[in-house]
């Protein structure tokens, strides 16, 4: 197998004059839970409704388990994959036992397939009631066991925590991660880091409907390289002369300077040195990746 | 089978029970209502009951039922994010609209039956005529339920593509009353129409509009080939552009 199931090389949708989502290079590594980022807007359902062929890309293309995916090769690949876009499906009629009869029926499965999806996501006990009296939670998890019941390899979910409530969402991430466990790649898209945070190990961070940074939480700190802080004496001096550098004044009377990486970070505690200045701390600052996702998101790239 | 067995299993609780039963019902019961009125016996039986159900029914009113069976067969699809579910799945778009089109197609052959039941039981209760519904009309009640596939098969089309509830049936009621006329100034040649395919069946015997009144071989033949012809044709067309269409955004 190889070691990334999604592939995508300069993915592109237009819609007219507007540019949805432009040159994604996507990769999804085989076993992983990526976790797709992206303010509400950003193209992330265009983006998984594209991998899903459910709608043609303008230009680009996407490669899923090795192959192409295109209308002609979709019906094959998409045996493989489960995928929830935007809300949750089900036939409000019919009870949650008649809908994964029906998904049975359609998929070919035998019951005990249908009956690990049923216990996977703990939903069991509400078999015999109509869909249309589910809560939203109850829905979304209805969802999930219709996608899971093909057990494929790989599950493509479009903000599952949607309308959830915190309990919810905790056991919607125990869920994905046991998955994971089971060796299921899972792609999840959020609007809200601090709920796949936890479970994800690959972010993907899409903005304005382009890839501002594809990589683990640590590499994404690294990205972010935040502003080195200089504790001395005569800050004020000390800010004036880093003036070159951008250096400002913080509140706490330290000197920020920003963008520095680690070698010239020592260039400019040599500097101060030399000037005179007496050097007591030298810190990055530190950043919740909150922080990091909400200056990438707002900045519009690295 | 699948697909189609699965397709069973959302028409549980189905709005289009109701439809299939009381639609032939209400309209045998409208085409007899001045004979039972006035307490009068139809003046040739079986015959004129018949033409005043079937034949009234075969104009407009079996285009109309059978659009409404395709939107509430496809009205569940639109709702929610079933269609994504549906696309998204391995199953093949012509098995997806084979099956559908099936479904419509089999509820209008039992709204078919039930109005054959419905003319026998109104002939014998309310009239009490002498004897049976002639065989003839038998034949033709077969004939029909094949006869309204093409449609069943393009209703469910329109109501696949069309989000609307109630468009694809007034589509139907213009296609058939067009199809009606076409029938009128060309005679089977307007077959062509699957509308005008399903109201050419209805009015076989009866002997009004475009029928001679008597059955023959070659109105059968003439609309059993338009049939194939049109169902293939439709189901081909809808899978094309099934296959060709993006999900809405």
């Known amino acids: 197998m190889s070691s990334t199931i999604v592939e995508t090389s300069n993915l592109t949708k237009r819609y007219g004059q507007r540019t949805v989502v432009e040159n994604l290079n996507l990769s999804i590594p085989t076993g992983s839970v990526y976790g797709f980022l992206g303010p509400n807007g950003a193209g992330k359902s265009t983006t998984m409704k594209m991998l899903l062929s459910l709608i043609q890309p ?13 209308r002609g090769t979709r019906r094959k690949l998409l045996g493989g994959i489960g995928s929830l876009i935007e809300a949750p499906p089900g036939y409000a009629h019919l009870t949650g036992a008649e ?17 690990y999806a049923i216990r996977a996501v703990r939903l069991q006990d509400q078999m015999g009631k109509k869909v249309r009296n589910y809560s939203l939670g109850m829905k979304q998890r209805l969802g999930i066991a219709m996608a899971l019941a093909r057990q494929p390899q790989l599950l493509i979910l479009d ?119 007496g050097i007591t701390g030298v810190r990055r600052q530190e950043q919740t990746l909150e922080d990091v996702f909400m200056t990438l998101t707002a900045g519009g790239g690295l | 089978m699948s697909a ?32 039972l009125a006035d307490g ?48 998204s799945g391995p199953v093949a778009s012509l098995r997806i609209v084979t099956a559908k089109a099936a479904v419509v197609a089999g509820l209008t052959a039992l709204m078919q039956l039930v109005l054959l039941a419905a003319v026998i039981l109104i002939g014998k209760v309310a009239f009490g005529l002498p004897g049976m519904l002639p065989g003839e009309y038998l034949t033709v009640t077969a004939v029909l339920i094949l006869a309204t596939i093409p449609a069943a098969a393009l209703q469910s089309a329109l109501s696949m593509f069309l989000r609307s509830f109630a468009a694809p049936i ?74 060709r269409r993006d999900t809405r955004i």
């Open chain 1, 159 to 277: 903000e599952p925590t949607n309308g959830l409530d915190p309990a919810g969402i905790e056991e919607m991430r125990t869920l994905l991660r046991r998955l994971a466990g089971d060796g299921v790649t899972v792609m999840v898209s959020s609007h809200l880091l601090g709920e796949i945070d936890k479970t994800a190990n690959v972010l993907g961070i899409l903005s304005g409907g382009r890839m501002i940074f594809q990589g683990s939480r640590s590499e994404l700190m690294v990205a972010s390289n935040p502003d080195v802080r200089i504790t001395c004496s005569n800050p004020h001096a000390a800010a004036v002369t880093l003036k070159s550098f951008s250096a400002r004044l913080t509140d706490d009377g330290e000197v920020a300077v920003p963008g520095l990486d680690d070698r010239q970070t020592a260039g400019v505690v040599a500097a101060l040195v030399g000037e005179g200045f």
């Open chain 2, 170 to 243: 007034s589509i139907a009621l213009v296609a058939s009353g067009i199809s009606t006329g076409a029938l009128m100034a060309f005679g089977n040649a307007a077959l062509v129409s699957p509308y005008a395919v399903a109201t050419r069946a209805a009015l076989l015997g009866t002997g009004s509009f475009v029928d001679t009144g008597t059955i023959t071989g070659s109105d059968i033949t003439a609309i059993l080939a338009a049939t194939a012809t049109l169902t293939v044709l439709i189901l081909a067309v809808t899978t094309m552009a099934l296959d």
């Open chain 2, 40 to 87: 009068r016996t139809p003046e040739n039986g079986w015959h004129t009951v018949w033409l005043q159900s079937v034949g009234f029914y075969g104009l407009f009113p079996l285009a109309i039922g059978i659009a409404i069976l395709g939107s509430l067969v496809w009205r569940v699809e639109h709702r929610g994010s079933n269609w994504n579910a549906l696309m």
């Open chain 1, 99 to 115: 809908n994964m009869r029906l998904v049975q029926r359609m998929l070919g499965l035998n019951r005990q397939q249908v009956d």
């Open chain 2, 4 to 35: 189609l067995s699965a397709e069973l299993i959302k028409l549980k609780r189905s709005l289009a029970w109701p439809i299939v039963v009381f639609l032939p019902i209400v309209l045998v019961l409208a085409g007899v209502a001045t004979q």
């Open chain 1, 58 to 70: 303008s230009s680009g293309e996407v490669q899923i388990m090795g192959q192409p995916m295109t």
